[in-house]
């Protein structure tokens, strides 16, 4: 009898044990089956795991959606977008890393013959290439009636593309194209099936004049009139390198400005970092404490110049639609402000050249000018060099010429008169200078507010013999300084505590008498 239940039992737990492994396998076969009629994310169950929104961001405006198919929803117009951007990024990727992992997702059978026939001759080749796109105009075709062919016109795609050869780079160039793509929906997803070059019919944008600020003879004028900078670069005492985080107060920078303004100053400098200000996603709190300062500088009557991407040190072509959607956001919102003097592309972005390489910080530079000129016609557009060797640079892209200077005042002005001979008649203006009163152990206790004060003497008297434009460093002492601006050692940081004209105790140092002519 025991041994009859003890069979029944293991029966029962072998029946349960099958009708449980069926529905498990039913279970999955539907998943799966699930998965390939409704398009399902592809980054959950495929490899690629691409987050477009986090890392590809063109430009894209659609011209025309008129076609001789059927009506387009606008899901399956954004489904199509999506899909075709993803291709180019993944394309990229493919001849980045000359593998192609990813590309079946995108592109039909036989759409990739040509993409892996490329990656295998870079490979032998020892090819690589780095390539993005700015820029695209697409334009509806055709949409089938059964919603699976759609055919688009692309046009004044901007490319930028960098080709090295053992890891060397022997050719870089931005051009403008235009393509036609046919796309086919496969298993709920648009890939490319066909896709050819053809002649770009779509005349590139044009920019307006500036209305508010423009050079003419050689000088910035502000309505029409010629405007010398005589101004300061300005972080509030108590909230350096932290002017719109959680401290921001704007009665105290109010009573900035008025100091700035009562000092005879005409103009200030301040900093948007590209982390802080939410990368490719603009925070709107941030923007609206920037439209505060803003404002309340034209209410003062000071112009601005407003330095972008600081502590922005990347510069990966892949990455550059993102910083392009940050300066979009960014200048865009404020692009009719008045009080905006010019936008500073980069605070000293030759120091980047030795790690991030010339030839790329350069053409990141470029590309961003010519967005921003875009976003923001009526603003001037400068950079913000180290040097006055370094801003020999693209001299023909800036409305101004902006320098830096920290050598030996006896060195000046034959700097200065060099950098004229090569600045292509722009203003030019000295961002930056100052001297450290820092007197302590780590410079042998050789300074003093009095040195400064001689110092800041002597360079007022060379702007106001010749009207140059000025712009110094800076307002007040700080008692800390973050080691991200002057690293951690302490004969860099001390040193920086104290270029001001305003000690930390909200007193006036000697130099304060030569803070403009």
Request: hydrophobic fraction near 40%.
């Amino acid at each position: 009898m025991q041994n009859k239940l003890n069979r029944n039992i293991y029966r029962g737990i072998l029946l349960l044990s099958f009708i449980g492994l069926n529905i498990l396998l039913l279970y999955g076969a539907t998943s799966v089956l699930a998965f390939l009629k409704t398009g399902a994310d592809r980054s959950t169950m495929l490899h690629t795991e691409i987050k477009s929104e986090d890392v590809y961001l063109p430009k894209v405006l659609w011209t025309s959606l008129e076609n001789p198919g059927r009506e387009i929803s606008d899901q399956e117009l954004n489904s199509i977008e999506d899909n075709y951007l993803k291709s180019w990024y993944i394309k990229n990727i493919a001849y980045k890393t000359n593998n192609p992992y990813g590309i079946e997702d995108f592109y039909t059978d036989s759409a990739r013959v040509h993409i892996f026939e490329t990656i295998k001759l870079h490979k032998k080749q020892k090819i690589t290439v780095e390539a993005t796109t700015i820029n695209h105009q697409p334009k509806l075709e055709f949409y089938s009636e059964d919603g699976k062919l759609a055919v688009i016109t692309d046009e004044n795609v901007i490319e930028y593309k960098k080709i090295f050869k053992d890891n060397q780079l022997v050719f870089s160039d931005t051009d403008t194209s235009a393509y036609k793509i046919v796309l086919l929906l496969e298993d709920g997803f648009w890939r490319i099936r066909h896709q050819v070059k053809i002649e770009n019919t779509i005349k590139k944008d044009t920019v307006k004049s500036n209305l508010f600020f423009e050079v003419k003879n050689n000088k910035i004028q502000v309505e029409g009139k010629p405007f010398t900078i005589k101004g300061i670069n300005y972080y509030p005492k108590d909230t350096p390198w932290n002017m719109f985080g959680e401290k921001f107060d704007i009665k105290i920078i109010e009573a900035d400005f008025q100091l700035i303004k009562n000092a005879h100053l005409n103009s200030i400098r301040i900093f948007l970092q590209y982390e802080d200000f939410g990368k490719a996603h603009a925070i709107s709190e941030k923007l609206e404490k920037l439209k505060q300062v803003l404002d309340l500088a034209e209410k003062t009557n000071l112009k601005v110049i407003v330095t972008l991407f600081d502590f922005y040190g990347d510069y990966s072509v892949l990455n550059w639609t993102l910083t392009h959607r940050h300066a979009e956001q960014i200048v865009s919102t404020f692009k009719n402000h008045k009080a905006i003097l010019a936008w500073d592309i980069k605070n000293e972005p030759d120091l980047d050249f030795d790690n991030r390489g010339k030839e790329t910080v350069m053409a990141w530079l470029v590309q961003m000018i010519n967005e921003i000129k875009k976003f923001a016609p009526n603003h001037l557009v400068t950079i913000g060099w180290s040097s006055p060797e370094a801003a020999q640079n693209l001299v023909n892209n800036v409305d101004f010429v902006s320098y830096h200077y920290y050598k030996d005042i006896d060195f000046f002005e034959n700097d200065l008169a060099i950098l004229k001979t090569h600045s292509a008649n722009k203003p030019l203006v000295l961002q930056e200078f100052g001297l450290s009163s820092y007197s302590g152990i780590w410079n042998a206790f050789s300074g003093s507010e009095t040195n400064q004060a001689n110092y800041h003497k002597k360079m007022q008297a060379i702007f106001k013999k010749d009207s140059l434009a000025f712009m110094s460093w800076g307002l007040y002492d700080f008692t800390e300084i973050p080691n991200s601006v002057a690293g951690r050692l302490p004969w860099r940081k001390n040193k920086q505590k104290y270029f001001g004209f305003i000690d930390e105790n909200n007193t006036n140092k000697p130099s304060f008498l030569y803070i403009s002519y």
